[in-house]
């Protein structure tokens, strides 16, 4: 068993929505070491939702989750606006910041994550973009195995196209439980495998979340659902492989009260408690 993996901001986190703000500000549950935000959603905000917001970074840890970075664009980096994420990371505190290795931009915005190809061409595109980011920011970010629909002329498989973007780069991993499984049921390959082949020592932390069966082989990630319970075992098989990391639980919309919010996050602390105390156990025989 791998010794646990301690990123500095606690072990079980969960995705803020602006609708749980004023019940987090009352009482943060103790389930909760650390909270999540895309900050395209919080940069702007003036007035009573940035000092509501700056109360509770103040009290928490947060980490933040890009939405609009767009690493596999054809379009020039928005240099101005990863300058303005600095700005934002440093007032609050923000522990790391993570974004999709996908791209939602080209003469235009799509709001949408698109496929990056899976490509040595993509690769040589991607990589001086992800350093480019670093340098500005000043730190390692990770980056997010992402849920797709297409494979747009691939040349490699998808672990392959993502290890060497994270090897060459030098960046850290967001690895998304949920994402593997979808792509495993959409693409026919076996998520265990795929899990087992990720780098852990580039695991920054992970996601898990809920999705939508379209079909009996097409799942699409909506995270408007409970975790199902093949994703809580890949999670659980995910600890097993590559220690306990910090995992968040996301959770978009349909978003039920806090206390059952809390039950899935009582699940994440079980399935670590059950590594960290077997590990415990080995240490102290």
């Given amino acids: 068993m791998k010794t646990t993996q301690n990123a500095g901001f606690g072990m079980v986190g969960l995705g803020l929505r602006r609708e749980m703000l004023d019940e987090l500000l009352e009482h943060v549950p103790k389930q909760v070491d650390f909270m999540e935000v895309a900050p395209e ?14 109360t509770l970074t103040d009290a928490t840890n947060f980490v933040c989750h890009g939405l609009s970075l767009s690493i596999g664009s054809p379009e020039p980096l928005d240099i101005e606006f990863v300058k303005s994420l600095k700005t934002f990371f440093d007032e609050h505190n923000i522990k790391i910041f993570s974004e999709h290795l996908s791209y939602c931009s080209g003469t235009g915005h799509m709001y949408d994550l698109m496929p990056i190809p899976f490509t040595q061409d993509a690769i040589a595109h991607v990589v ?13 970010i990770a ?14 498989s998808e672990l392959e196209f993502t290890n060497t973007i ?14 593997i499984y979808v792509n495993s049921i959409n693409h026919g390959y076996n998520a265990e495998e795929f899990l087992n082949g990720l780098p852990s020592k580039r695991i920054a932390y992970g996601h898990v979340a809920g999705h939508y069966n379209e079909a009996e082989d097409l799942i699409v990630d909506t995270h408007g659902a409970d975790v199902i319970d093949p994703v809580w075992e890949l999670l659980d098989k995910a600890y097993a492989k590559h220690g306990i990391f910090p995992t968040l639980l996301e959770r978009d919309f349909n978003i039920p009260t806090m206390n059952v919010l809390t039950k899935e996050l009582d699940i994440i602390h079980e399935l670590q408690s059950k590594y960290l105390n077997s590990s415990l156990t080995k240490q102290t025989a």
Avoid at 128 to 140: A, H, S, Y
Wanted: hydrophobic share 35%; net charge positive; aromatic share 10%.
């Fill in 41 to 54: 959603n919080w940069l702007k905000l003036g007035g009573r939702f940035k000092k509501q917001f700056k």
């Fill in 128 to 140: 001086p973009r992800i350093k480019q980011v670093q340098d500005i920011l000043e730190r390692q």
């Fill in 166 to 179: 994270l090897e060459q780069a030098d960046c850290k991993l967001l690895i998304d439980v949920n994402n």
């Fill in 143 to 156: 980056i997010e195995n992402v849920s797709y629909y297409g494979a747009p002329g691939q040349e490699l």
